[in-house]
């Protein structure tokens, strides 16, 4: 591999094209362009796609984990538990119902939350527990359930649209799962969210929290015997609702999910290959009990085994042209949260490097093998 002919690699590229273009013509042209028979059709193909009985899409997987919070009845006095190291809202989303974060550690290996350390964090308070499910690989979700009880779990699958655990989907292992389309995640619809269920009585209660509380969704309003009649609203509620133009997207999107991830799946192998050879730097492992979803390809650095620190091995790969970034942060060394709740970035040490050591190489389906077989170089050549 020539490493003199500079190439430029982002982290990731969202794959939309003329498909997901052409998909919005027909809400733009017909006039429906907010919630309507596109969203409806996007959630009935989502659902399907991760075996659960509900599907509701939402305008991100921050306004997902917030309804599905509220749906719990999660308020003030009340304790949800966390993983420390994950996107920064899974932690907000708590807050904003009024109720208080407690952080768990993660495992440095998969970067998901420690059901260990989980166990040690549970008290009568305890109201829900939010595993993430990092990168695209779940967390252990059974020694998870044991651990929780009757505790609700809210999967924070925000980057595992169509990754599995045992067979079974993320967004149908706990309570409630939460899905985000940003255009980082695999299949993307600008912003969006979506959340699903099996609790029929859950899923009616976000579909109209969603909706400002409404009793019926103005679809059903317009569309009804009465239209002029506005519905009643026995609930305080938001307007999370997805449009038609995403919904659009997100049909076209969805269909090309599974084959994404497959291409995504072989890359990831030959990264895994390759790299076997490069001894500070550990790459993904996992049992075989999960089915990876790709969305990120996080790696650990070993400093007392690199050539540079994590940083400098950031910035050499940076001026080669290769995008790379920290696997995501651990929240509880953010200032607001660290002044919050007046924690170190010590008590939870496997987030704490996690944050400090992990690097996501660029995996993504714009990539060509040219472009795979350069940062195998880059990497190789530090
Ligand atoms: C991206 C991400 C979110 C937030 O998703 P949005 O759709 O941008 O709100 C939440 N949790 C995790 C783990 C994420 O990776």
């Not at 999660?74 to 907000?92: C, K, Q, R």
Request: contains cysteine; glycine residues 8%; hydrophobic residues 40%.
């Amino acid at each position: 591999m020539n490493l003199t002919e500079k190439r430029n690699i982002p982290i990731s590229l969202p794959m939309t094209g003329i498909e997901e273009w052409e998909a919005t013509k027909e809400p733009l042209m017909s006039g429906w362009i907010t919630s309507g028979p596109k969203v409806r059709e996007f959630e009935k193909i989502f659902a399907e796609r991760h075996q659960v009985k509900h599907a509701l899409a939402v305008t991100s997987a921050t306004t997902a984990l917030h309804l599905a919070l509220v749906a719990l009845g999660i308020g003030p006095g009340d304790e949800v538990i966390v993983p420390a190291f994950t996107w920064v809202s899974t932690a907000n989303v708590v807050l904003y119902c009024g109720a208080k974060v407690v952080f768990a550690d993660v495992d440095p290996v998969t970067f998901n939350i420690d059901p260990v350390d989980l166990k040690k964090r549970i008290t009568s308070k305890t109201k829900a527990i939010i595993p993430v499910h990092l990168f695209g690989l779940c967390a252990d979700m059974d020694e998870i359930k044991k651990i929780a009880g009757a505790i609700p779990l809210v999967e924070d699958g925000a980057c595992a649209a169509g990754a599995g655990y045992k067979g079974v989907p993320a967004g149908a292992l706990g309570t409630i799962g939460c899905f985000s389309f940003h255009p980082r995640k695999s299949i993307t619809t600008g912003e969006g969210g979506m959340i699903t269920t099996n609790d029929d009585r859950l899923a009616d209660l976000m579909g109209m929290l969603r909706n400002h509380g409404a009793s019926i969704s103005e679809e059903q309003r317009h569309h009804g015997p009465r239209p002029y009649i506005l519905p009643d609203f026995n609930l305080m509620g938001f307007n999370y609702r997805m449009t038609d133009l995403q919904g659009a997207v997100g049909v076209v999107q969805l269909k090309k999910l599974d084959q994404y991830i497959d291409e995504r799946e072989i890359w990831a192998a030959y990264y895994k290959k390759e790299l076997a050879s490069v001894e500070w730097l550990r790459t993904p492992s996992f049992g075989k009990d999960y089915k990876h979803g790709w969305q990120s390809f996080a790696c650990f650095v070993d400093e007392s085994k690199a050539p540079f620190s994590r940083n400098e091995i950031m910035e050499k790969l940076q001026e080669m042209g290769i995008s790379t970034r920290p696997g995501t942060h651990a929240v509880h060394m953010l200032n607001f949260y660290k002044e919050t709740y007046q924690i170190k970035a010590s008590d939870f040490p496997g987030a704490q490097a996690a944050n400090d050591y992990s690097m996501a190489i660029p995996l993504h389906n714009r990539m060509s093998s040219e472009d795979f077989e350069y940062v195998v170089a880059a990497i190789k050549a530090l």
